[in-house]
């Protein structure tokens, strides 16, 4: 059993700040490209900002300038750091992991984390 596990959401004043984590666990071999998604109420889920193994990343032009993905690798773990929040920032946020390769048996699998959400007040 492979999961994502988010923490860091919460409740933040407009020019406020949250670091958002999200860990895998269980028998990982490898993990390509991380990624975080948000939805808010309304609208359709779409990519914030995405990391490959190696460290290229890649951003929305909404929070290009105040969001930065990060990842540690030997933790398994990718982070998102957020600056100068705005409230249309607010959302469920979903981390998302496109190839998890499972420890002995090879298998590949794509996993979602299961939210996590951001408030940004006015």
């Known amino acids: 059993q492979v999961q994502l596990v988010e923490s860091g959401g919460g409740l933040v004043q407009a020019g406020g700040s949250l670091r958002l984590s999200c860990a895998a666990s269980g028998s990982i071999f490898s993990i390509n490209a991380m990624g975080w998604y948000r939805q808010a109420p309304g609208k359709q889920r779409e990519l914030v900002a995405a990391?490959?193994?190696?460290?290229?990343?890649n951003y929305a032009d909404s929070v290009k300038g105040r969001f930065t993905i990060s990842r540690d690798n030997a933790k398994n773990t990718v982070y998102l750091q957020m600056n100068s929040l705005k409230p249309e920032d607010t959302a469920v946020y979903y981390c998302n992991a496109d190839r998890i390769t499972i420890a002995i048996t090879g298998v590949g699998l794509e996993v979602w984390g299961q939210g996590t959400l951001v408030t940004v007040s006015s």
């Open positions: 990391i490959t193994s190696g460290g290229t990343t």
